[in-house]
């Protein structure tokens, strides 16, 4: 069996519907994540907090030092579980979140968190580049509608069309109740 890890990708106070930028659904997501990460701690996974800051300014969201950064109480780290601050779309760009894992010997992530279509997406698909086995937990991820061309698309469709894309080609998409099972 191999040694699993759990990133807990972006689940701040930002997206809160109290935030700058709230998501569709996000207290279900945040809570499934919340399971999935007692889940861990019980069995001795380890958890990989990622949060994302915006440097000098670049935009009015996820802005170092105020709340909107901050991991949403719910999903907090636990003690010594690492928080790795990211300033870029992918965790594993200009991080140390692969050496981290594998550092705690990680062939396998979980993935849980935010934006399905941004954050989640460049995770899952540098994961797999990476060769980590990867499973990501559909309802313990979320997104919000997104608009191009004068066409909005909602965000059930957004997170529908990156989990199909998930599924298709980069790991196993299953639920929060089956991957606890």
């Given at each position: ?123 899952v698909r540098a994961a ?54």
């Open positions: 069996m191999k040694k699993s890890g759990l990133i807990v990708v972006d689940l701040q106070n930002e997206y809160l519907p109290t935030g700058k930028l709230p998501l569709h659904a996000i207290e279900a997501a945040a809570g499934n994540a919340a399971k999935v990460i007692a889940h861990a701690r019980e069995n001795g996974i380890p958890v990989f907090h990622i949060r994302h800051e915006f440097a000098n300014g670049e935009a009015p969201v996820f802005v170092p030092g105020t709340d909107g950064v901050n991991i949403q109480p719910s999903v907090a780290p636990a003690g010594d579980e690492p928080v790795i601050v990211k300033n870029h779309i992918n965790a594993f760009r200009e991080t140390d979140l692969k050496q981290q894992l594998d550092a705690q010997g990680v062939e396998e992530v979980i993935v849980v968190g935010a934006m399905s279509h941004m954050c989640i997406d460049a995770v797999v580049d990476m060769g980590y086995v990867t499973t990501i937990l559909h309802d313990a991820c979320t997104t919000l509608d997104v608009e191009f061309d004068g066409v909005t698309v909602p965000a059930a469709q957004v997170h529908a069309a990156a989990m199909a894309a998930f599924a298709f080609g980069y790991g196993s998409v299953i639920s929060t109740d089956k991957y606890l099972a």
